[in-house]
């Protein structure tokens, strides 16, 4: 009779334990109030991008060649560069810097000369001193006018998205220095 109860006692401790709620989540949900949200914003606001390549100061670096065996594509498919351009008011380099354009692009299309661009814009100056917009996208460098997703921030800019939309306002051919005009819509609370 002892040898009939175990196997039920451990049966029933079994079903018991699996219908009882684990005490050891790594999850929780939570109400939105400790955040504080108030009432999203809508910020639409435009500066000046330098991609500086030449130089004895450049502040875009290339970190990844074109690959020998890619070297008959002229759109140079595959290079890779490594940023921290400087944000400023207008397209003059020496106008009010209001932050940095840090992280990344690559040549992405074996077709057209078309950016994946990877970057955070840094405020460094006014209200958003300290706060970040982050841009994950496609950039067709020689469309008038490029549109690309926000798809995050930090600082003021929590929970941000929208979009940017570029449109070059100089590129030297020869040295791939670039001025792009930088407008930004962006909702955030």
């Given amino acids: 009779?002892?040898?009939?109860?175990?196997p039920l006692a451990l049966s029933f401790l079994t079903t018991v334990s699996l219908s009882l709620p684990t005490t050891t989540n790594y999850w929780r949900s939570i109400?939105?109030?400790p955040?504080?949200?108030?009432?999203?914003?809508?910020?639409h606001f435009q500066f000046y991008w330098h991609d500086?390549?030449?130089g004895s100061n450049p502040t875009s670096i290339t970190i990844v060649r074109q690959s020998p065996v890619n070297t008959s594509?002229?759109?140079?498919?595959?290079?890779?560069?490594?940023?921290?351009?400087?944000?400023?008011?207008?397209?003059?380099?020496?106008?009010k810097l209001i932050g940095r354009a840090q992280g990344m692009y690559g040549l992405a299309s074996q077709e057209e000369i078309g950016l994946l661009m990877a970057m955070n814009f840094v405020f460094t100056t006014g209200r958003y001193n300290g706060s970040t917009l982050t841009v994950l996208g496609r950039n067709?460098?020689?469309?008038?006018?490029?549109?690309?997703?926000?798809?995050g921030g930090s600082g003021l800019f929590r929970f941000a998205r929208g979009y940017v939309h570029a449109s070059t306002h100089n590129l030297n051919t020869t040295t791939g220095d670039a001025v792009v005009k930088y407008g930004v819509y962006v909702l955030h609370y």
Avoid at 73 to 95: C, Q, W
């Fill in 140 to 151: 067709p460098v020689f469309q008038k006018v490029r549109e690309m997703p926000v798809i």
């Fill in 52 to 54: 500086v390549q030449s």
């Fill in 73 to 95: 594509r002229p759109n140079g498919f595959g290079l890779v560069n490594m940023i921290d351009d400087p944000l400023t008011e207008r397209p003059d380099i020496n106008s």
């Fill in 31 to 33: 109400r939105p109030n």
């Fill in 1 to 6: 009779m002892a040898h009939l109860l175990l």
């Fill in 35 to 43: 955040f504080k949200f108030r009432t999203e914003k809508f910020t």
